[in-house]
């Protein structure tokens, strides 16, 4: 699996950051794709979560379960545990650089479990990962005021 990234500048603090992306029963409000999450386990002391979701994907809606662990407030990483793909994972990195202005990176490598020709790949999970991170900014930005 080739892992893709991007990277933005939010005008939030990192801990708001992290919280939003730990606050999986909103994901379907901040997250365009995402049609439902449920948390189907949680350990706030160890800071892990498993969490399924269904996705719009237009032709179809794909479900599957990651297990993700944190390191508040700097990292959150997930693995596929099941579903509609072959596999997935990636992380959130985290950087204050002032008290209100974070560096906020994903990564993700996702195999869909069938081929799609490489160049097609590549553009659409960079695009979806610039979404993504996008439509997390601008939850961060507006919670921070």
């Known amino acids: ?27 379907p409000e901040v997250f365009g794709t995402i049609i439902s999450a449920q948390v189907l386990s949680t350990d706030a002391a160890a800071a892990t979560w498993t969490v399924r979701f269904d996705l719009n994907m237009v032709i179809r809606t794909v479900s599957y379960t990651l297990a993700y662990s944190g390191e508040r407030p700097k990292r959150l990483a997930w693995q596929l545990v099941e579903g509609d793909i072959a596999a997935v994972e990636g992380s959130y990195e985290l950087r204050p650089l002032e008290d209100d ?39 961060a930005e507006k919670a921070a005021g």
Do not use: N
């Open 101 to 139: 202005l974070t560096e906020a990176t994903c990564s993700q490598a996702v195999d869909p479990g069938f081929w799609i020709p490489g160049p097609i790949k590549r553009a659409f999970e960079r695009s979806a990962l610039a979404d993504s991170v996008g439509e997390m900014k601008r939850a």
């Open 1 to 27: 699996m080739q892992r893709q990234s991007h990277q933005e500048l939010v005008r939030a603090p990192v801990a708001l950051c992290f919280d939003l992306l730990v606050d999986f029963e909103r994901y």
